[in-house]
């Protein structure tokens, strides 16, 4: 069966699975306001990780969407304009300035041909100095209306939050699957030389897809933000991780050229949900980080490893 | 006398497909043997059976006259068998000493031996002609040579039984040489040779005995006295060939659809050249003076400089891949599994490639009109089999169909070919040959660089001889001959010859 051997399918049904067993073991767990909360915190890693999925496609790998994240989480509460009372203009900017960040990225890969890893590494290194003169040690309280509504908000009884989840997945989906663009990032990811010689624009779609992942991030550093009321240094630090494992754990070849992000779907759901049992089993902080860890290593062993390419 | 290596009635599937079904083949010492075959037909199984690499379902493998329950790599390394592959093994970036000893370095006090490997790998180069540096990175010298790196290695391990896969197809006229002279040394010494080819002269000229598979089985298993190439061809396709090399018709006309003035770009240095529409322009020469990237510079995929440039009408080189496609140039790479196909993906996406290249970015695409537009393709070139499997589940011949086919809906004017039909069955071969000749008689040009030379002297209309970075010489048809090409090619083109 087709169905059975896809990995999106397989790891929606590891949630299910995990779901229905947390909710027999744990009072609470299967309640629909903690599903429904478990669901808004895999919406903030399936932002990062949507932009994350389209490098990793793409071949590449971005290290700076969590430095991105909280680039965005800072700067967003010292820009208030009082003429602006729906509070879109600052959030704009600031989707601006991380897409731009994304851009940087970009073109320190496709042009001056440096390796993704040191490339975003460094980037990361120097929006984490940047963000530590600006914002200091203080955390910084957002009053914008619309991010306070994207926070809070439950349209419908839906978490405002995970409706722009669905939405950015509606979008990165008909993207990677149903336009030319994502089919040159799949061309670039699985052989690159072979891409250039069939005539796809290299440059520009290496440009374009670190300039989606800074953007995703700092759609995911506005959302964050909005849930915690307030940004500080190392907001994002929990995305990087969380959003290469989402993409991994979704099916998604690290080695570029293969994968979906109706995988990386289930798969930052499927994060949450491991987070969420950490914190059930009552540890202390440092036994939660290697229990998670750990969990994700194992997790990727039983699912993520793949075959040698030649 | 008994064999140094045989199989026995060995049968070999692959996801229940039968690949191989009850072969029996024999080396004798100091004896070539031939195993000819299309593409597909079993051969490298064949091949990977006798040293190892996989186990056969039925039958079995026997070294010596002994029956090997269980061989594995290992096994057939200490039994003296090395083969030489068609794809190379060799990594780019250690040196042709370091690649050739790799795996049976010399050691001393548990540290490698440098002197001992430079002293035994110099020996092992000496016998193929390779003079490099033996301290050169292997990513640094071109194709032919690599290849020859390869077999050095193979020698290096002294074998008693040499299996070589395709070895000459990629070497120039002069390394073939080389390598036929030391064939036959070293099976004058007693050594068990077993030779793949698909270049019928050589297999005439250096083998004694062959062995023919034709889908799995084994339809000959004779002495090669007494059998021409076109008896080979019948034995292979089962068929009788006809005429390999499709009739030619002069198709040229004067317009020119490239002309380039004080053209350079990587190796190639101040070249004049023009292409006429209507023509096929044969590119010959040894390998690695610099043909590829005459054609490279052209498509815009390496840097390029020239005095002045028409390309299509339109003045100035086009500087970069997606400008040269809108130019009407398309470029078919020699080496389909790195540069020209996209392996773990399907063969519908890699034929729509050139499109997706081209479309909007962000239009819809249409699933069923992609699918449509592959399944005329694959009609048009007889690829056969579900197109929705990955491309690296094809053999060779349809391999290069596909690198072919993604460019014909996009009516290109000039076709760059870069070896096209390298390590490609008979059959495919005469499919592309037609094809080029169809594509020159529409009018439109092609440019075919090939290490074939029978193949430039039956289909170009002009050729074009590189030594050295530069066109040493532009035979046109009426002198147009494998012994102009190839002394043209070694730097003798002054001497008189016949056309």
Not at chain 1, 182 to 207: E, Y
Not at chain 2, 174 to 192: F, H, N, Q, V
Not at chain 2, 329 to 337: G, H, I, M, S
């Amino acid at each position: 069966m087709a169905v059975l051997s896809s990995r999106p399918f397989l790891t929606v049904a590891i949630v299910a699975a995990v779901w229905i067993a947390a909710s027999f073991a744990s009072r609470g767990f299967g309640a629909y306001g903690h599903l429904r909360y478990l669901v808004e915190l895999g919406a903030v890693i399936g932002l990062v990780a949507a932009g994350q999925t389209f490098v990793v496609i793409a071949g590449g790998i971005d290290l700076s969407v969590a430095a991105i994240v909280t680039v965005s989480a800072i700067s967003l509460p010292l820009l208030s304009w009082q003429a602006d009372p729906t509070g879109l203009a600052p959030v704009l900017v600031v989707l601006a300035l991380t897409t731009i960040i994304g851009l940087v990225n970009g073109l320190g890969v496709a042009l001056l041909r440096v390796h993704p890893m040191i490339m975003t590494l460094a980037m990361a290194t120097f929006l984490q100095g940047l963000l530590i003169i600006i914002a200091g040690g203080s955390a910084v309280t957002a009053e914008n209306p619309l991010v306070h509504w994207l926070g809070n908000a439950r349209p419908a009884g839906i978490p405002a939050g995970v409706l722009l989840w669905v939405a950015v997945s509606v979008i990165v989906l008909t993207v990677m699957h149903a336009t030319p663009f994502g089919a040159r990032i799949f061309a670039m990811g699985a052989n690159p030389l072979a891409a250039a010689l069939s005539g796809v624009p290299v440059t520009s779609t290496t440009l374009a897809v670190y300039g989606i992942s800074g953007f995703t991030s700092g759609l995911a550093g506005v959302l964050v933000l909005g849930m915690n009321g307030q940004g500080y240094v190392g907001i994002g630090d929990p995305y990087l991780l969380a959003s290469i494992a989402a993409v991994v754990l979704g099916g998604t070849s690290i080695l570029g050229g293969l994968g979906t992000y109706a995988g990386t779907i289930p798969g930052a759901i499927l994060l949450v949900t491991i987070t969420a049992l950490i914190t059930v089993v009552n540890a202390s902080p440092g036994w939660r980080s290697i229990l998670f860890g750990s969990l994700i290593l194992g997790l990727l062993l039983l699912s993520g490893r793949e075959q040698a390419r030649r | 006398m008994a064999p140094l290596l045989a199989a026995r009635g060995v049968s070999k599937s692959f996801f229940g497909n039968p690949v191989l079904r009850d072969v029996s083949i024999a080396l004798q010492p100091g004896r070539v043997h031939a195993l000819l075959g299309e593409n597909g037909a079993g051969k490298s199984t064949l091949i990977n059976l006798l040293s190892g690499a996989l186990r056969p379902d039925g039958g079995t493998i026997e070294v010596d006259g002994r029956a090997v329950a269980r061989m594995t790599p290992a096994h057939a390394r200490q039994a003296g068998i090395a083969v030489v592959q068609q794809e190379l093994s060799l990594t780019a970036s250690l040196s042709i000493a370091e690649n050739i000893g790799l795996g049976a370095y010399p050691k001393r006090f548990g540290l490698v031996d440098y002197s001992a490997l430079a002293a035994r790998a110099k020996a092992a180069c000496e016998l193929v002609g390779l003079h490099e540096p033996l301290s050169t990175p292997v990513g640094r010298l071109p194709l032919g040579r690599r290849q020859m790196v390869e077999i050095a290695k193979a020698l290096y391990r002294k074998p008693r039984v040499l299996i070589l896969d395709e070895p000459t197809s990629s070497l120039s006229a002069t390394e073939t040489k080389i390598l036929t002279d030391l064939l036959e040394r070293l099976r004058s010494e007693g050594i068990a040779i077993l030779y793949i080819s698909h270049r019928l002269n050589e297999v005439m000229t250096l083998c004694q005995h062959v062995t023919v598979l034709k889908d799995g089985i084994c339809t000959a298993d004779r002495t090669l006295e007494g059998t021409d190439a076109a008896g080979l061809v019948r034995l292979m396709v089962g068929r009788d060939p006809g005429d390999l090399f499709p009739q030619w018709r002069p198709s040229a006309s004067p317009a020119n659809a490239v002309s380039v003035r004080n053209f350079s770009a990587g190796l190639m240095r101040d070249v004049d050249l023009d292409i006429r529409t209507g023509e096929v322009l044969g590119i010959g020469g040894l390998v690695g003076q610099g043909q590829e990237d005459l054609l490279l510079g052209l498509y815009g995929a390496i840097p390029a400089r020239t005095a002045s440039a028409t390309i299509n009408g339109t003045p100035g080189l086009p500087g970069g891949v997606p400008r040269a496609n809108a130019l009407g140039l398309a470029y078919v790479p020699a080496d389909r599994k790195r540069e020209g196909l996209h392996l773990i993906h399907t063969i519908t996406t890699n034929m729509m490639l050139p499109a997706f290249a081209r479309l909007p970015a962000l239009k819809l695409r249409s699933r069923r009109a992609e699918r449509e537009t592959a399944r005329g393709l694959a009609a048009q070139l007889g690829i056969k089999g579900d197109l929705a499997r990955q491309a690296q589940a094809l053999s060779g011949g349809n391999q290069q169909k596909v690198a072919l086919a993604k460019w014909m809906p996009h009516d290109p004017v000039v076709l760059l070919l870069n070896d096209p039909t390298r390590g490609v069955d008979v059959e495919t071969k005469r499919e592309i040959y037609l094809m080029l000749r169809a594509f020159a008689a529409a009018g439109k040009a092609v440019v075919l660089l090939s290490s074939d030379t029978p193949e430039l002297v039956h289909l170009c209309e002009r050729v074009a001889v590189v030594r050295d970075g530069r066109i040493a010489a532009m035979l046109e048809r009426a002198a147009l001959s494998e012994e102009a090409i190839v002394s043209a090619a070694m730097g003798a083109e002054n001497r008189k010859v016949a056309a």
